[in-house]
């Protein structure tokens, strides 16, 4: 699955549009930051995989919602958040469906993302970025995912390195998805194209040229 992680500014976009490519863009950097922690030589068990990932989507999806909040109207923001959270527990029901097995793990994540984001509300953002408290929460949540021999070690790991680092890749996507020309919801868009003239039909802005028809279909009638 591609998606593109950068638009024309121009372009008009949909939330729908920007949520779909920064809820593929979470789980990517997810999947990456599970890498970078293996090859760290943390232990990280097949059940407790997914409580990780969970984890991880539930504080990127929440850094998305502080960095979008300059950028959209309240009304948008909710809009968008609420359609990453959505696609994220697809992406979630579908992979450990596929990899633990049957269950409404689709609830499951929907559930966690609502405690987590009551929870983050107490922690702030300083000079555009996630503070230590934070980061220090997103860490105690994953440490309770972690086996007892690295759960120690994990909360220095997530705050020093894995936090700052996902959190500058999802900025990114932000930065460049967010700041299209103009985003509306889908109505928007599907009255736009019901309003919009042909290209056939729309008056030449070329004001010095004339037309003289000397085509072939002149002797029609």
Not at 58 to 71: E, N, T
Not at 74 to 87: E, G, N, S, T
Not at 114 to 125: E, I, Q, V, W
């Amino acid at each position: 699955m591609r998606v593109k992680s950068t638009w024309h500014k121009t372009q008009v976009k949909t939330i729908d549009d920007i949520a779909g490519a920064l809820a593929f863009n979470a789980w990517r950097i997810t999947k990456n930051q599970l890498t970078d922690l293996i090859n760290q030589a943390y232990v990280i068990e097949k059940a407790q995989v997914f409580d990780v990932i969970r984890e991880y989507m539930c504080y990127l999806i929440q850094c998305i919602d502080r960095l979008a909040f300059d950028i959209l109207d309240d009304k948008k923001r909710q809009a968008l958040i609420i359609a990453i959270a959505k696609q994220a527990a697809d992406y979630y029901q579908e992979n450990k469906q596929e990899r633990i097995g049957a269950g409404d793990h689709w609830q499951e994540f929907i559930d966690t993302y609502n405690l987590r984001a009551k929870d983050y509300r107490h922690y702030a953002f300083t000079d555009n970025e996630p503070n230590y408290l934070f980061m220090r929460y997103f860490g105690e949540k994953v440490q309770k995912a972690m086996t007892e021999a690295d759960e120690k070690w994990i909360i220095q790991q997530i705050v020093e390195i894995q936090a700052p680092k996902a959190f500058q890749s999802i900025k990114k996507s932000v930065n460049s998805l967010v700041s299209v020309d103009k985003i509306v919801s889908t109505e928007e868009l599907v009255q736009r194209k019901k309003n919009k003239i042909p290209r056939s039909k729309r008056q030449s802005t070329r004001q010095d040229l004339s037309y003289d028809n000397k085509s072939s279909s002149n002797h029609l009638l």
